[in-house]
């Protein structure tokens, strides 16, 4: 008999559900419902995982009370929300993506599960994957954007990092693909709320990320709050059991969110604990967090037939394997201790890039940056605001760790006089520090701007109706504008989510989209604002003129009545355009990349075949430029109308005068598309295919190639 199934023979149903059971340490809160009794629960074998708990000294104790008072003696699971870092905290995902480089993307999940396992812990709540295209929903900080290719990419990248060759090595951990699924279509924006996806959207969106997580060997999958169609995920047979273990094979744990299963009762689709637990089993969730479904709710729904004990054994096998896979049997003391000074540098030092390379010059009119000589005025209340540049989701983050803009100038810059206000903070009403801060522009050559959101607007729960600048930092931005007279204004927006900020856009001279950079966040700024870096960062996501035109994301199907200036009748706003402030992929670099001789080769392709795409980029400007080309596809004429969509993305660095070839391999089989029976097609037909800097379509060089 293996050493499982050894366990599962000796277990009571307590011990069992214990094993299907996660409770928070007091630790750290991420939802309503706190646990008390944990110990307890550990000695009993009533609770058989552990998250929020973290450090070498506490996972080590929590590990010896169930290796020590617990008849079985299996090692706990522990797990925590490393979201983008533990301690050292990388840019949130949205700022991270816009780097658009699956190795960095892999290197920081890398480090931050080494970081995590010298703390202790066994398992990520991360990567999350939710396409999300309404900037209200504050948890469109915690994902990968609008795009589902580049969630895609996002979720090998961080499969990878976390969990290394092999779940075993002491510095991993179990990577958890989250939410299952369509979490960010949540009906306008409002976090927790329904959503009605169509399956084709699911199909053609949704889904991808997490069978390219499943394709990585992502070890565990959380199901989404929230439902679809009417039926909530943490109770969704079709999507849990049928598509994800039996049409992609995945086999490890299912994870449900915080309290979730109990939540089905809220839904309305579950009476009572009981039958919420039932319908969780059924649907194939391994682990409850934090409902106590499980351990109240199970032991009824066995007595009355509503699941089996087969049912049960099958997600407790699940779970104990995956705490083999993690070597814990083996050795459950193997994660947790110290690092060197050496990796701790290095860490830091991939922060700062990673904070250089998320950040987006949205706007630079006459060359404002890189700065040129002259003072300072640094002023607004994220300039010396350590403690904001963490971002949603930093429970090991410490703000005392994180540099400001203020002090990455000062230190970048200690000749230059600047001078700091923050004329008010950042969401309340006064306004009296405004007159103080404007004056500041009288002394100044330069006014760098640092206005944007506090870390509690965005992230779970934290939806904005309003996704502009808070509190008085509008009147602060007028009373500015007025005193600038024509010095340069410069200004670092600091978001969750792109802000809806059409004015102030229009009114400044160069615009940094700086998301929360994270703990390198001012020396990454500096780096940028004096010109030692090349913005490289490009939005992942849309950023509107209006929230009118909330949903607005590229990649639109096309309508029977395209948007005509002449025509009524045709798509459009009548007080607004179609198109987006900036649209997805845009972003400036200090030098000027110029774009020629798109080549596609061969012009035709059958099933098996590929084509090659290749173009040229010149660097005319001064300054290096480092350039991400996206490349773009488009079914002209299908059986199901399709979208322009995205293929791939390369980056290029050029020196002044420099020029290179960009060049991107696409198989055929990347074309196909869901047909009417949802199942992929590879239809004969022409492709269009679209290079350039953005998803701006007038910015695209063009090809035509045939599928046949
Ligand atoms: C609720 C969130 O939805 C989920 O993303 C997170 O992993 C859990 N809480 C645990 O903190």
Redesign the pocket.
């Known amino acids: 008999m293996s050493r499982i199934d050894s366990l599962i023979a000796a277990m009571t149903l307590t011990e069992k559900l214990g094993q299907m059971t996660m409770a928070?340490a007091d630790s750290?809160i991420?939802?309503a419902v706190m646990r008390t009794g944990v110990d307890a629960g550990i000695t009993s074998g009533a609770i058989g995982n552990v998250?929020?708990l973290y450090g070498a000294d506490k996972t080590r104790a929590a590990q010896r009370l169930a290796l020590e008072t617990s008849r079985l003696k299996i090692p706990l699971l522990l797990?925590?929300?490393i979201i983008h870092g533990h301690r050292t905290i990388f840019p949130i995902p949205l700022g991270e993506t816009a780097a658009f480089d699956p190795a960095l993307w892999e290197a920081t999940a890398r480090e931050a599960a080494r970081e995590g396992a010298a703390d202790g812990l066994h398992m990520t709540?991360?990567p999350?994957l939710d396409v999300a295209r309404d900037p209200r929903w504050g948890?469109i900080a915690?994902g990968p954007g609008e795009d589902s290719f580049v969630a895609q990419a996002m979720a090998r990248a961080k499969v990878k990092g976390f969990q290394a060759a092999d779940l075993t090595g002491a510095d991993t951990l179990a990577a958890?693909a989250?939410?299952y699924c369509a979490y960010g279509a949540v009906t306008a924006g409002r976090d927790y709320a329904a959503t009605d996806v169509t399956p084709r959207a699911l199909r053609e969106i949704y889904l991808p990320p997490f069978e390219a997580a499943i394709g990585a060997g992502v070890a565990t999958i959380?199901p989404?709050?929230t439902s679809i169609d009417g039926v909530p995920l943490s109770a969704h047979r079709a999507l849990l059991k049928d598509y994800l273990r039996g049409r992609l094979g995945f086999d490890g744990v299912l994870v449900s969110?915080?309290n979730a299963i109990a939540e089905l009762i809220h839904h309305g689709v579950a009476a009572d604990l009981t039958e919420a637990a039932a319908l969780a089993l059924q649907a194939g969730i391994d682990i409850d967090?934090?409902a106590n479904a499980y351990h109240d709710g199970l032991p009824l729904a066995l007595e009355r037939g509503l699941v089996t004990m087969a049912d049960v054994d099958a997600s407790v096998r699940r779970v104990l394997r995956l705490k083999e896979q993690l070597g814990l049997f083996d050795d459950p003391y193997r994660r947790g201790g110290t690092e060197s000074a050496t990796v701790l540098a290095a860490r830091r030092q991939l922060a700062r890039e990673a904070a250089t390379r998320s950040i987006v010059l949205l706007k630079n009119e006459d060359a404002a940056l890189p700065l040129g000589e002259g003072r300072l005025a640094v002023i607004g209340p994220l300039a010396d605001a350590p403690g904001e540049m963490r971002g949603c989701w930093s429970a090991a983050g410490v703000a005392g760790d994180c540099v400001s803009v203020l002090a990455g100038l000062r230190f970048a810059l200690p000749h230059r006089s600047i001078r700091y206000a923050p004329g008010v903070d950042i969401e309340s009403s006064d306004d009296s520090g405004i007159a103080a801060a404007a004056a500041l522009c009288d002394e100044a050559d330069a006014i760098l701007l640092c206005l944007g959101e506090s870390v509690a607007m965005s992230g779970?729960a934290s939806c904005r109706a309003h996704p502009g600048l808070p509190g008085k930092q509008a009147a602060l931005v007028d009373a500015v504008l007025a005193r600038a007279r024509g010095k340069k204004v410069i200004v670092m927006l600091f978001s969750g989510r792109p802000l809806v900020v059409p004015d102030l856009v229009a009114r400044a001279d160069a615009v940094l989209a700086a998301w929360a950079p994270g703990c390198e966040a001012g020396n990454a700024l500096a780096d940028l604002l004096t010109g030692r870096a090349s913005p490289s960062g490009r939005t992942p996501i849309s950023w509107p003129r209006a929230i009118g035109q909330i949903p607005v994301f590229f990649g639109e199907r096309p309508t029977g009545r395209p948007a005509n200036p002449a025509d009524h009748y045709t798509s459009k706003y009548l007080d607004e355009a179609n198109e987006p402030l900036f649209p997805f992929g845009h972003g400036l670099t200090y030098g000027d990349p110029v774009y020629s001789g798109l080549q596609v080769t061969p012009d035709m392709a059958g099933p098996l075949g590929s084509f090659t795409v290749s173009v040229r980029l010149a660097n005319r400007g001064v300054h290096a430029a480092s350039e991400t080309v996206f490349l773009f596809a488009r079914d002209k004429v299908a059986s199901v109308s399709r979208p322009m969509e995205l293929k791939g993305f390369e980056r290029i660095t050029l020196k002044p005068d420099e020029s290179g070839i960009v060049t991107f391999q696409l198989a055929t089989q990347d074309l196909r598309f869901p047909g009417p029976d949802l199942e992929p097609l590879f239809e004969p037909g022409e492709i269009e295919i679209l290079v350039g800097p953005s998803a701006d379509r007038t910015r695209l060089l063009t090809a035509t190639v045939n599928l046949v």
């Open positions: 928070t750290v991420t939802g998250l929020n797990g925590l929300d709540f991360a999350m948890r915690e958890c989250k939410h959380m989404a709050f969110d915080y967090m934090m779970e």
